[in-house]
């Protein structure tokens, strides 16, 4: 479905999705969407804006996401308002689906996720019963390690409830960066070349083959969070990384574990980083090289919606940079594999033509139409793409059928103890992009929220430790620790903290976890353990978050004094 | 002073708004930016989308510029040197190659990017991991 | 007047009205007050609330001197000035003192060596009985006695009075008579329980009568060439001693009385270095004095000091704890019921003059049920009376009283003798002069009547 | 009557887009070219979270304004519409700030102009309808859920006339049965 | 959150009697920190020189003292440099106050008075024997236990300590609070 649609939905199930922190224009829908008479169904562990203004407002307890979709799925079932014809004509694996959330009573949710009994009841009745029925799920549900269950879960839901292959309905995973659609669709995946096409696949190997010329490896590449492993770890040196070219990330801020991050870059024999502007990872790069920036060069994005649309040069360069497709070509070239393309639209047609489903999103058509939302198969100027999918209940299986899946659900990894005795989950502050090189560079949005960051804690637990707004606080879990101002509010449990993830001197990746999604490889950012600690001498705190701030302003070049903070 | 307008998409979320930039062309210089009418935005713009552009400016806030390629000579550590394209296009080139020749291409991993570099790069970095070094280990920050 | 407002100084906030026990201060709100000397019983709490200070911006350079001299206060003074203030006798003393023929007796009230240090800058509530004594000497007092010796006696008296009533069938429950702000206060408002009060003097007017007698043979000289100070922590024990009745050592039993403030004015007058004095004794006998007598100075203290003695007198047994800690306690109204051998007496505590009211009423409506009734006027009896030093901020009230009271119970326990009959110069008195208590000698030097028109 | 802007709580997201929208009204757009420090940021608008609400809280251009009762400078006055503060000759006593029952004055430091002791100079800080700036409010003009309102005279008059139509309508019928 | 601005007592005439009480505790507690003063009336030996000061006016009375402006005009106008800001707070240094009465006629509020100046128990002299005067204004207690001495010893509460920054927080809270309430307007 397309972010449009969202506000046209009769019922919206928001599960672990803050919009209006990650999405503002996102989240814009759901306000209007609830102006329209929309009923909301949030589910998250703080009081978001969405919550805010939700009908029904479940606020489970952190870690416990898949129970309560698993609940809600049993209630869907055991109370009749599953949508039998949809299920025996477009699905298959029903009947095992069944057995494992048999045991999901509410009753039973309600001990895990802390969520009454008759709130879940309520709530999947209000699902199954609204159409049509959306459901959008952000990092409160990826960023797990049971992620891709969950995921998996909420489909469940829409496919019982019969909500798919309509407009404003099915469900919507909202990412994070602007353009991870973007980089999947490009096929910047260890298991797929462009278009998903699966890189085990022997024709659809032999297609890329023959395209590009050489022959291509069968074998699954090596995920990103596995490099820390891949290379501290790894004994046998032929399968160990020994060069790592990091291009447009920062892992050294973004990822979690900064302290096995950090080695991880040191001991790799070669690190290369392609970037606009010096970051904690070219600290320990062997090699920079800069490149354009957004607003500097041509291209495409996919935004969250699947729209391809287009990205333009607003200014001109400094004359000493290079395009990152430039800089990949020469390389390429120089290590005996050339690359000529002249222009992105140059590569953008041989990209397509290699990816059924992106065939007919040419240049013209983003240029004509804005955007245009693959599946687009046909380059005639009719084919303007496709706002949903499944249309008609025609799922991308070989057989078109919807396919449950159902897991049990397990606790987080870490979980709370004596020594750590609060959760920590990382959040996002909404005028802050990513690692914010980009957003911590623009005056405005610095001048909004700057060093050390904030953590969220809930009023009470402030009270019990004698913290104030702005209070200079340490925050430390088993991996590290860091210092960051502390947010007493209402909006968030007793017990949690949560806190954002841009910040160098409150940098919460020091303390995250680095245990990852079996499938999806996604990090467990949403939960560890972790322990606040009171700073008596604010003063102290106060000049040793500053000379921090300028010490690594200085390693990245900046000439201290500047920025106040 | 005319001022040139260029739409664009926002850089800062999946929400793909389209901005319209004020462009004061002889001094390159971005003058504002405006909400354009896109599918997703329909006429409006969050924070990011109204003021985070003005990073081109390089205002020196957080981190420096990069503007030239840099290389530590001296190894791990060493500091940063700058040089020319041609020399860090190579050194690169050299090492990796020698790296592929000694460990096998699957000792190298690249990243595409989710962020600013856009579709054709990212394309471009999984054509260059998967033809010209031979490995599939390319991989991008889709979890943050 | 003995304690008055000064028009010109007076703001209007009534402050004072507050705190004055017997509705006296009138006047508008805003401004300058007056008392209504019909009602005023010169307990000098208003003295001790007003902040009404005479002030260079207010009234002018010139102000404060004018002020000083109008109110007889020494030229070295230089302490802040106020609105409501109590008569200063200085002027008299010194006069005595400076009179060859006069054989100046001074006596000092039990609440007065817990405070006057504070105003040398001691911390609230130093106790400091030798240095009082020191400094009266150094001042020029030919004999430096103690309130606190009449107060034995005044135990010795009241005690026998009330196991007579109790015994004998008399006036039931007898009320104290030392707080002479409220013997005052009974005889403006309730002059009809008038025979439910002690018939005993005060500590003050007991020693004032038995220098003049007693105190005068001990010289061999007679009363009329004695002149008889005291130091007291009240401003109005000079009503009390001005007394027309209180005469009965033949003489005006107490000449003048100065309050702890006036006494603290005067050592400064004298250039005497306070911090410098060595300690030195009270003059004996009538300077002899038990803790019983020193624990007249707080809430609670005449009581307990009666039981003390009393138990002994009835039971013939020693009390089993000489701390009577049942009668102690800062709230206004408090009961205790005590054994007493085979008789339960049933005691009350009033401090705090409003509080005597209920009490009253009751009595008069039948539903009290005691023995004996202590009444102070004021807030925490003695110890905060209305001459006692004045504090800056009366935020440092309650630390300043809590502290005085138990520099008063500290000096108890460190006496040698705590019980009035134990004292060796009361059994001196009355073997001596004073023969037996409640005796027609002790009848007519110690006792008196009231409502005497 | 003096005009308002009125958030509304259920279309706000808390973005603060507004705040900074604000910011750049007040400044100028050159402040996207000058040294970051040279400039002060200081929103005329604050955003308030709690449980239950997000909304940006701003001056409501009293009728009888407390702050301008208050002011010993003469600094604030009536203009345009607005209740406006003339900074030149405020000199920080904060008595608006105390008077103020919405909290929505704030003092804030003013880049390059400074005091006796060196400090920069403090002033007092509150909206001022964009007062002199083209297209009115930019909190009203930014928001990206249109959740600020720009309140005039006649809007209000008319929504106070619609409800007392809507009341003696209900009493109409009331009275009928 | 670090305090930027500096905090101020107000007085409330509603609640005012006028006792004086303020000006009283304000002299004594700041006599104290050059001045061997007790806690008794009778400690002390120099006049009273309040850093507040109870105004009587038509409706009513009140102490009037320093805001601790921000852009201070007593500190702008001070020549001698004898005015500082100090933790935020507006403070005269007496010791290098000259007596111009510049800070005086700058002030707006009349918070300022001309008191001499006491030092060791006795008034400071100056050339010629004249006592030394200077302008004596509320520090805030700098220096105080337990914060300012007006505030604590009101028996009436009729003055009030404000955290201007604090207060504006809660109020903000109030008004949005409102605008839930007022949400439905049109």
């Given at each position: 479905m397309g972010i449009p649609e969202i506000e046209d939905a009769g019922c919206l199930l928001c599960f672990g999705y803050n919009g209006a922190d990650s999405h503002p224009i996102v989240a814009r829908r759901i306000v209007r969407g609830k102006q329209k008479g929309m009923k909301i169904i949030c589910v998250d562990p703080r009081v978001t804006e969405t919550a805010r203004i939700s009908d029904m407002h479940l606020q489970l307890k952190g870690g416990s996401n898949l129970a309560l979709v698993n609940a809600m799925a049993n209630v869907i079932w055991n109370e009749g308002l599953a949508d039998i014809k949809f299920i025996e004509e477009h699905t298959n694996g029903f009947d095992e689906f069944l057995k494992v959330i048999e045991k999901y009573t509410p009753e039973y949710a309600e001990t895990i996720s802390h969520v009454p009994a008759e709130e879940i009841r309520k709530a999947a009745r209000l699902y199954a019963t609204t159409k049509p029925a959306m459901i959008l799920y952000g990092m409160g549900v990826c960023q797990f390690t049971q992620a891709v269950d969950v995921v998996k879960g909420l489909a469940n839901l829409a496919l019982m409830t019969g909500n798919f292959g309509g407009p404003s309905m099915g469900i919507g995973p909202v990412r994070g960066q602007n353009n991870v659609q973007g980089a999947c669709d490009m096929g910047?995946?260890?298991?797929?070349?462009?278009?998903?096409?699966?890189?085990?696949d022997p024709e659809i190997r032999a297609k890329f083959e023959k395209a590009w010329g050489v022959p291509l490896s069968d074998k699954v590449g090596c995920a990103i969070t596995h490099v820390p492993h891949r290379v501290l770890e790894e004994k046998d040196e032929t399968k160990r990384i020994h060069a790592y070219y990091i291009f447009g990330e920062d892992p050294a801020q973004s990822d979690p574990d900064l302290a096995e991050i950090r080695e991880t870059l040191d001991k790799c024999d070669f690190v290369v980083m392609q970037d606009i502007y010096m970051n904690k990872t070219g600290l320990h790069a062997d090699v920079i090289l800069p490149s354009t920036a957004w607003g500097e060069h041509d291209g495409v994005y996919t935004c969250a919606d699947r729209g391809f649309q287009r990205i333009r040069k607003v200014i001109e360069p400094d004359p000493g940079l290079k395009t990152d497709w430039q800089i990949i070509q020469e390389i390429s070239t120089a290590m005996g594999y050339p690359m000529h393309y002249e222009n992105t639209e140059e590569i953008w047609n041989e990209m397509i033509d290699l990816c059924p489903s992106f065939k007919g999103a040419t240049y013209e058509k983003m240029e004509k139409y804005g955007s245009v939302q693959w599946p687009c198969r046909d380059k005639s100027m009719e084919d303007k793409g496709t706002p949903y999918l499944h249309k008609g209940g025609k799922f991308a299986t070989k057989d078109n059928r919807g396919v449950f899946y159902a897991t049990d659900w397990h606790p987080p990894m870490e979980l709370e103890n004596d020594e750590y005795p609060m959760s920590l989950s990382t959040v996002r502050e909404v005028g802050h992009y990513s690692v914010r090189t980009m957003t911590g560079n623009c005056r405005t949005l610095r001048n909004l929220e700057d060093e050390p960051g904030w953590v969220q804690m809930n009023t009470q637990d402030c009270e019990r430790m004698g913290l104030v707004k702005g209070e200079l606080v340490k925050i430390l879990s088993k991996r590290g620790y860091c210092i960051t101002r502390c947010l007493p509010t209402d909006r968030v449990k007793p017990g949690a903290t949560y806190m954002t993830y841009q910040w160098w001197i409150g940098a919460c990746n020091e303390l995250t976890n680095a245990k990852l999604d079996p499938i999806s490889n996604t990090p467990e950012y949403k939960y560890c353990a972790c322990r606040v600690e009171k700073i008596k001498d604010q003063e102290w705190a106060e000049n040793h978050v500053k000379e921090l701030y300028d010490e690594i302003r200085t390693q990245m070049g900046i000439t201290a004094g500047k920025g106040d903070h | 002073m005319a001022l040139k307008e260029i739409q664009s998409t926002c850089a800062y979320c999946g929400a793909g708004c389209q901005i319209l930039f004020r462009v004061d062309e002889a001094a390159n210089k971005i003058v504002e930016a405006v909400p354009a009418n896109g599918r997703t935005n329909a006429g409006t713009l969050c924070l990011k989308g109204h003021y985070g552009w003005d990073y081109l400016n390089d205002p020196q806030i957080l981190t420096k510029r990069l503007r030239k390629p840099m290389i530590r000579k001296g190894g791990k550590k060493s500091p940063l040197v700058e040089v020319s394209w041609e020399e860090a296009i190579q050194y690169v080139a050299d090492r990796l190659n020698e790296i592929k020749a000694k460990y096998g291409p699957d000792a190298i991993m690249g990243t595409g990017s989710a962020r600013g570099p856009g579709n054709e790069a990212n394309y471009l970095m999984q054509k260059f991991m998967r033809a010209c070094i031979g490995t599939n280990n390319v991989d991008h920050c889709a979890r943050i | 007047m003995i304690v008055a407002i000064d028009q010109n100084l007076c703001t209007g906030c009534r402050e004072c009205a507050e705190v004055c026990p017997a509705y006296a201060i009138v006047g508008e709100q805003g401004k300058p007050q007056t008392i209504d000397t019909s009602r005023c019983v010169m307990c000098g709490q208003c003295v001790q609330k007003c902040k009404s200070y005479v002030s260079i911006l207010t009234h002018g350079k010139d102000a404060y001197e004018k002020v000083k001299k109008e109110r007889n206060i020494p030229d070295c003074v230089q302490e802040p000035l106020f609105a409501a203030h109590a008569v200063c006798n200085i002027d008299k003393v010194n006069a005595a003192l400076a009179d060859p023929e006069k054989l100046t007796m001074v006596q000092c009230a039990p609440a007065v060596r817990v405070a006057i240090a504070e105003e040398f800058g001691a911390d609230l509530g130093t106790l400091a009985p030798g240095k009082l004594a020191a400094a009266l000497r150094k001042i020029g007092f030919d004999r430096v006695y103690d309130t606190n010796f009449p107060a034995d006696v005044t135990i010795m008296e009241e005690g026998t009075e009330l196991i007579k009533r109790v015994t004998q069938g008399g006036v039931l429950p007898m009320f104290t008579s030392c707080c002479p702000a409220w013997v005052k206060f009974m005889e403006n408002t309730y002059p009809e329980i008038k025979d439910h009060l002690s018939s005993c003097k005060s500590p003050q007017q007991m020693g004032g009568a038995i220098f003049k007698t007693y105190g005068a043979e001990l010289e061999g000289?007679?009363?009329?060439?004695v002149f008889s100070v005291s130091v007291m922590p009240c401003t109005c024990k000079e009503f009390e001693c001005e007394r027309p009745e209180m005469k009965d050592s033949g003489y005006r039993d107490v000449d003048v009385v100065m309050t702890t403030r006036d006494l603290a004015w005067l050592i400064k007058s004298k250039n005497i270095d306070w911090d410098a004095l060595a300690e030195e004794e009270f003059d004996q006998p009538l300077g002899l004095y038990t803790g019983a007598g020193t624990i007249f100075g707080v809430t609670g203290g005449v009581m307990e000091a009666a039981i003390r003695t009393g138990y002994e007198l009835i039971t013939g047994q020693p009390i089993p704890d000489v701390e009577v800690t049942a009668v102690r306690g800062t709230e206004g109204f408090r009961v205790s019921h005590l054994k007493v051998g085979d008789l339960t007496l049933k005691v009350g505590v009033v401090t705090g003059l409003k509080n005597v009211v209920p009490v009253i009423e009751a009595m008069k409506a039948g539903q009290l049920d005691l023995h004996f009734i202590e009444v102070m006027t004021c807030p925490e009896g003695c110890v905060s009376g209305g001459g006692q030093p004045k504090l800056l901020m009366d935020t440092d009230r309650a630390e300043a009283y809590a502290a005085r009271r138990k520099a008063t119970f500290d000096h108890d326990k460190e006496l040698p003798y705590r019980k009035s009959h134990e004292n060796p110069a009361i059994k001196k008195i009355y073997d001596e002069?004073?023969?037996?208590?409640?005796g027609p000698i002790a009848h007519h030097l110690l006792h008196t009547k009231y409502c005497i028109k | 009557m003096n005009y308002f802007v009125k958030g509304n709580p259920d279309l706000c997201i808390g973005c603060r887009t507004c705040m900074i929208g604000c910011v750049v009204a007040h400044e100028g757009k050159h402040i996207f070219e000058v040294d970051p420090d040279s400039y002060t940021f200081n929103p005329r608008l604050h955003m308030v979270k709690t449980a239950k609400i997000s909304v940006p809280v701003q001056c409501?251009?009293?009728?009888?304004?407390a702050c301008m009762a208050a002011c010993p400078a003469g600094a604030i006055q009536m203009k345009d519409h607005a209740v406006i503060i003339d900074t030149s000759k405020c000199m920080g006593c904060k008595s608006c700030m105390d008077a103020c029952p919405f909290g929505a004055i704030d003092m804030v430091t003013e880049a390059g102009k400074f005091q006796a002791d060196g400090k920069e100079r403090v002033v007092a800080n509150k909206c001022d309808l964009c007062s002199g700036i083209p297209g009115g409010p930019a909190c009203v003009r930014v928001c990206p859920t249109a959740a600020l309102t720009l309140v005039k005279e006649d809007e209000l008059a008319d929504a106070m006339e619609k409800k007392r139509m809507e009341a003696a309508r209900n009493l109409f019928r009331d009275n009928q049965e | 959150m670090k305090k930027n601005l500096g905090s101020f007592v107000v007085g409330d005439s509603t609640k005012c009697t006028g006792c004086k009480a303020c000006e009283v505790a304000c002299f004594a507690v700041h006599s104290r920190q050059n001045n061997p003063v007790g806690k008794t009336v009778g400690t002390v030996t120099v006049p009273v020189t309040p850093k507040l000061y109870l105004t009587r006016f038509e409706q009513g009375c009140m102490p009037i003292q320093c805001k601790h402006c921000e852009d201070a005009p007593c500190l702008n106008v001070c020549t001698k440099g004898a005015i500082s800001r100090i933790d935020n707070q507006v403070i005269v240094d007496p010791e290098k106050c000259?007596?111009?009465?510049d800070c005086m006629q700058a002030c707006p509020f009349g918070a300022i008075a001309l008191l001499p100046y006491a030092k060791d128990g006795k008034l400071a002299a100056q050339a010629m024997g004249e006592t030394k005067v200077f302008a004596s204004k509320c520090d805030l207690c700098a220096g105080v236990e337990g914060g300012p001495a007006c505030v604590r010893v009101c028996p009436h509460q009729a003055l009030r300590l404000v955290d201007p920054e604090a207060e504006a927080e809660e109020k903000k809270i109030k008004a949005a609070e409102a605008l839930l309430m007022t949400k439905n307007w049109r």
């Open positions: 910047a995946l260890p298991n797929c070349y462009p278009g998903y096409q699966s890189v085990t | - | 000289t007679d009363g009329s060439k002069f004073l023969k037996e208590p409640n | 409501k251009h009293c009728e009888n304004p | 000259i007596g111009c009465k």
